[in-house]
Every structure is written in structure tokens, then in C-alpha cells.
């Protein structure tokens, strides 16, 4: 293949970003995948994330079948196994990242402009045949929406593939309850590629040039040349205030055909906005796929190459594949064992059974009657929990698709997180837990709400997913009872014969009870949540959450959690 280093592609306000092309040798016209974003696209992936690399290559060798990994780039396309099917791969160094200088402003307006007019560019080019699809995981399809909503008019297909599209309920704040993921997130993978480290960043291997540019800036310049997110993200609770102004999908706003690909494990980053983007892209073809492991993983299967293949073969190519006939769902459904794959076409599924559950404190149940007599059971507001249990299946038990609990709470604070996990237990006690997407050990789903942040938006509301405004906080009276709706994020697990559902509601971060040493990200440990966490002191004062939460079950306060029960095929 062809390779153009550092191709300069100039923005509006005339600051120059610059791309890596990797296209076919032969002359020609070809379609075009394009990422954007700020991981420094002269970083390999075996230097970068070198664990991650290893495992994937060493669990699934096809990775590096016709590719010798020295371009493969993390979260991208690997053009040795792009070009070779007749595809341009372009990475852009997004603004102020690796070689293109400017500021960082994650999932700002700027960079959906930008990413917008990069688009237009390459369509533009000799070898372009006008069409371009945009290809990545995580940051790299958080921005596809972003960008598909501006309507560049050379866009022709995007796959986001496990990127959120709401900012602040997939990513900032779940529930209203800041996620300091970002916060660890952003010194080490987007800061240490700042455009302006010089000689004192790391240099691409394949070109021996500096990957964040030759400049050698002052610490205090390459603070100025970046946005400082934590102070961002710490100030701004609502969804109203200023920081969240433009970095929101306007996803009613996207035409173009959508596979929007997801992940069952993705709790807290890489799920909802997958099923949201879904659901509310405004584009007339669109798809949904749902998988799980970790969440690069599918991205560079087979399985996964496959699919985005059929897809950008048809809309960038006009191949007649048979993708138009495509169902418009394809989930890998979780066995305890295996995935299964199967088709369907609407979400949720039609033939869902909704099913109650109700809480009893008394018993720490979880049954389908209500119980007739009033209990409670309290916790600790700031680290405690409690747990209610389903009686074993009778039989295999498929639960697919959203969930959502009502429970009536007082708390002797003014305030109370809620952390609401969904598990699995074998019939020997062991908890079931799962590869989840950037977490070895995670339950099968979860879901937060602040209670302050209990209005809910009707419009947007349905009974098996509340959708809260966040547009004001409405603090508690202390020992009153109040009902809250809380959002519980989609899950797939076939429970077999004799194992049981457990809810836990607690006040802090769920952390499964498997013995250490734990795997480290960021330096904290992975403990059942990541490092997807809702831990900093200044969002969760004393002042304002310590204090006791309460549960009310039974008699007029029907506490219950409502399960998307799929029936057994006929």
C-alpha cells in the first residue's frame, strides 16, 4: 500500500491537522474509512497498550492474518487489513492531539467541525470516489455522531462501535452522579500525546518522527493548549450548564445509514449510547449489533471484520451483498458458556414479557406478588448496601433488553446516591460475574440515579426505561419517602435452571467479594466496576450525602425492578 505521512488538511480558522493516508497502490478512485480523535495516530498499538495487544493477538492470532501489526493503531482500523479490500484508511490527529496543533476540547463543537471538514476534504481527493465512512471504537465512535449530525455531504455510512452518544448520561454523569473515569482517562492517554511534547513524547516507529510533533511547549503552554475537563465535569452537574453545550449528538439530525455496534458488558461507557444512537439516529437504514467481551476486542475479529465489511461494502461501494435484507438486530446472546447469535427486529423485543419483581425487606426477596406487609431496610448513604434475591429459576431464563426499578427511599440526609447492580448466582452461592468491556469481572448490569435528579423527562420516559431531565436539583426532606424511577442499562443473560437474579442497591460503586490481588488501570484497582467509578469527595460530600438511605418495600410502597423476560421460542 501507499502511505502519505502527515498529510496537512487546514480547518476553517486555518489551524492544520494532519493525517496519515494508507491507500491501494493501484490508480483508482476508492471509498474512504475515516477516524478522528486524540490517542496520537503514530502510536502503535503493541507500544501504546501493549497488554491489550498482547492478549488480543495471543486469544485471536486471526488478528494478524495478512497484517504485520506495525500499523495497527489503537481503537482504529488496521489498514493491512483495510486496503487490501479497496479502502483509503485515514487517521487524523484531532485538534491539539499528536501532530496537529491547537487545543484539546473532547467531543467539543470545534472538533464535530472539524471532523466535518476533514470529511469533506478527503472526498475531495484524486483518490476519493466521494464516498466516505466513518470507522472506530470508543472515542473514535463517539465523535461519529457527533460529526453525522453536521450532515458533511460526502458522508456515506458510519460505525460507531461501542461509542456513546449522550455525553453527559452515557460518559459524565450517570445519573447525575459524576463518573471520574474521564478524570484518570484524560492525563493518561490524551494528555501524554499532546501535541508539543517534542522529544520528550514518544516517536513513531515507522517514520522516527516525534508522534506529538516537533514543537517542545512548556508545561505551562501545553496546560493552555488544553481544556482541563476535571474542573469542567466536577462544576458542571446539570445537563443545562454550559460545558455540555454542543457535545450532545443531535442524533434526530442523522441521515446517513447507521451500524451502530455495542457491547452487553459495557456498563458506565460502551452501551446505552450504542441502543440510544440506535434508536433515535434519524436515518431511514439503520442497525443494531450487540456483542460482548472486551471492548476492542470485536472491532478486529473476523466476526467483527465481517460485519463492518458487508456494511461499508454496500453503502460505500454500492455492492449488492444482500445487506439491505439485513434484520435490523443482531445480538450475541449470553449463555453462561457461550454467545449464541441470533436476529430480531425491534427494540426492546415485541414479544418481551415485562415482569415485575418486588422487593420485600424482610426477607431480602425478590418475588413477582408485592408483600402485602410494610418493611424497610436501611443502609449506610455513603457505602453501604443491601441485597434481594429471586427463589432459583425453574428454568432456563432469558432476560434481554432495558430495565428499570422503582423504589421508595428516605434517607436521613439531604441527599442519596443510588447504585443499582443486577447479578447472577449459581446454585453453590458463586457469583456468576462476566468479561465485561474493560472489566474482567463485572455483574450483568447496572444503573445510578442522585436523588436530587429524580424528575423525570415525560417525553423521553417510558416505564421500562425512565429518562430523567437533569435540569435541576431537588434536594430531600429528610425521612420523607420518595419514589424514584431509576434507569437500569440494558443486559442479556440466560439464566439457567436453579440459578438466581440478585439485586443489590447500595450507596457506593458495586465490588464483586473475588480475593486479590486485583489488575490495576489507572492505579485503581479493577474490583467489579472498573475504573467507571462515582469516588470524588467534592461530588459526594459528607455534608450533603452522609446519613442513612432506606428502602420501603411491601404495603403501599411496592419497591420493584422491572425484568424484560424474553419467553422460550415455540
Known sequence: MQIDWDVEITMDDGVVLRADVYRPDEAGRYPALMSYGPYGKGLSFAEGYPAQWQSLTTEHPEILRGSSGKYANWETADPERWVPFGYVCIRVDSRGAGRSPGVIDCFSPREAQDFHDCIEWAAQQAWSNGKIGLAGVSYYGATQWLAAARRPPH???????????????????????????????????????????????????????????????????????????????????????????????????????????????????????????????????????????????????????ALQKRFFDHFLKGEDNGWDRQPPITMQVRHVDRFQERHEHEWPLARTAWTPMYLDAADHGLRPQPAATASQLAFDGLAGKASFSTAPFEQDTEVTGPLAATLWISSTAADADLFLTVRAFAPDGSEHLIVGAVEPNAPLAQGWLRASHRKLDPQASTPYQPVHSHQEVQLLEPNQVYALEVEIWPMCFVFPKGYRLVLTVGGSDFEHD?????????????????????????????????????????GKYASFLLLPVIPPAC
Open 514 to 554: 473475588l480475593p486479590g490481588p486485583y489488575p490495576q488501570i489507572y492505579g485503581k484497582s479493577m474490583r467489579g466496576s472498573s475504573v467507571l467509578l462515582h469516588d470524588h469527595p467534592e461530588d459526594r460530600t459528607a455534608e450533603r450525602f452522609a446519613g442513612q438511605t432506606t428502602v420501603h418495600t411491601g
Open 155 to 305: 458522508l456515506a455510512a458510519i460505525c460507531p462501535f461501542e461509542g456513546f452518544s449522550d455525553y453527559y448520561r452515557d460518559a459524565c454523569r450517570h445519573g447525575g452522579i459524576l463518573n471520574t473515569f474521564m478524570l484518570s482517562w484524560y492525563p493518561k492517554q490524551v494528555e501524554n500525546v499532546q501535541n508539543g511534547l517534542g522529544s520528550r513524547g514518544r516517536v513513531n516507529a515507522n517514520t522516527g518522527v516525534p508522534i506529538s510533533g516537533p514543537a517542545e511547549l512548556s508545561d505551562e503552554a501545553l496546560r493552555a493548549n488544553r481544556v482541563d475537563i476535571s474542573t469542567a465535569q466536577l462544576n458542571a452537574e446539570l445537563i443545562t450548564d454550559r460545558y455540555f453545550e454542543g457535545r450532545r449528538a443531535d442524533l434526530a439530525a442523522i441521515e446517513v445509514p447507521v451500524l451502530s455496534c455495542g457491547n452487553w458488558g459495557g456498563h458506565g461507557l460502551h452501551l446505552r449510547g450504542n441502543v440510544q444512537g440506535f434508536l433515535q439516529a434519524g436515518s431511514k437504514q439503520k442497525w443494531l449489533e450487540l456483542h460482548g467481551r472486551e471492548h476492542w476486542t470485536e472491532f478486529y475479529t473476523d466476526y467483527g471484520v
